[in-house]
């Protein structure tokens, strides 16, 4: 059981306003996400001429799969986002949390508790280029043997180091058909690629016949971390994030070091990079992006499984893309991509 706490702060007058839009407006739906409401109090119990009331609300859902089906509902729910911003209209401030019960015994053994990162830290050498690659719609088997024939025969770019692709196990929630990696010494390296017959004459006439779009991003690297450079036959995953319209600049550093602390909790992520994304002069400006979130892992269930189930995934990084948690940065059109990958990508950078 998971539950869920909301502290809502708002003047006495707007409190009427308040309760009556979460009875008539939120509650069905939020029963139909899966949360059940199970409390609701008011402090203080009197009105003060200095401050705002509370009015807390607490909620449960029966499990991390019932978290993940509310989350997925809820951020695809154009409703959601805009009731909750009307409430942030006329209320002072809000904060959604989540609570693991007061038994200690239980409590001592549930909590997580990070291990140490000093060893694995690393600074990324030379420069990369990230892409998601979209086909047309209707794209049949020879459009896709076209690129990736362009792709793999990549390789021979001058001054390229390393690359790879692969095809995204799946496009739903913002990836595209392919993940396409480009290492070079440097960006003047990159550019001088890009000037090349090759990539002129070959790669980007098949990518604008054959793609929809694509992102082409550099990456500007905050922080990243190899438990294993040599890691063989695991999974790639490519998740690219854009800030909130009109998110407090602030939180920045706090979504960054709370991303990058992730592996510190969820050992599943063997290696891992988190860049300030940098749109390259290649991409096809259909989408913008702020940060690149890169891990590679083992093999997919430390990806579906771990990853997804850690309550430092769902109940604090999370935090960031919700809508109703009243501390989003990230908006919550992203791309999830991830693909089998023969050697590890990160560990080539390795300086």
């Known amino acids: 059981m998971i539950k869920v706490h909301d502290r809502i702060d708002v003047a006495a007058a707007d409190l009427p306003r308040l309760q009556a839009m979460i009875a008539t407006a939120y ?4 029963a139909a996400r ?58 002072v401030d809000r904060e959604r949390s989540y609570l693991l019960p007061d038994q200690p015994a239980h409590s001592a053994a549930l909590l997580t508790r990070p291990t140490s990162l000093s060893a694995y830290l690393v600074r990324p050498g030379g420069w990369r280029e990230t892409a998601q690659l979209y086909l047309r719609t209707g794209a049949d088997e ?27 196990s799946v496009t739903d929630f913002g990836a595209g058909h392919y993940t396409w990696d480009l290492l070079y010494p440097d960006a003047a390296t990159a550019a001088a690629a890009h ?42 995953r490519t998740a690219l994030f854009r800030r909130l319209a009109g998110a407090d600049g602030a939180r920045a550093p706090g979504f960054e070091a709370a991303t990058l602390d992730m592996p510190a909790h969820i050992d599943s992520i063997i290696n891992w990079r988190l860049s300030r994304a940098r749109v390259l002069d290649w991409d ?43 501390q989003q940065f ?22």
Not at 66 to 86: K, M, T
């Open 27 to 30: 509650l069905p739906a939020a």
């Open 34 to 91: 899966g949360l059940t409401l199970v409390d609701s109090a008011v402090s203080p119990p009197l009105v003060l001429v200095d401050r705002p009331l509370t009015l807390w609300l607490q909620w449960e859902l029966a499990n991390v799969e019932a978290f993940w089906i509310a989350r997925n509902i809820g951020g695809n729910d154009p409703s959601v986002a805009a009731f909750w911003s009307e409430v942030d209209g006329f209320c």
């Open 142 to 168: 020879n459009a896709r043997r076209t690129v990736e024939d362009v792709l793999a025969g990549a390789a021979g770019l001058p001054g390229l180091s390393f690359q790879q692709w692969g095809t995204n």
């Open 195 to 236: 000037a090349s017959p090759l990539w002129q004459q070959h790669v980007m006439p098949v990518l604008r016949k054959y793609c929809a779009s694509w992102s082409a991003l550099g990456l500007d690297t905050i922080g990243a971390g190899l438990r294993n450079s040599k890691l063989t036959g695991g999974v790639k």
């Open 284 to 326: 096809s400006g259909h989408q913008t992006w702020d940060y690149v979130w890169e891990q590679e892992y083992a093999s997919l269930d430390g990806l579906l499984g771990a990853y997804m189930i850690h309550p430092h995934h769902w109940a604090h990084v999370d935090r960031a893309f919700d809508p109703e948690s009243g």
């Open 330 to 351: 990230i908006d919550v059109r992203l791309c999830h991509a991830f693909c089998s990958q023969a050697e590890s990508l990160l560990g080539c950078e390795a300086p």
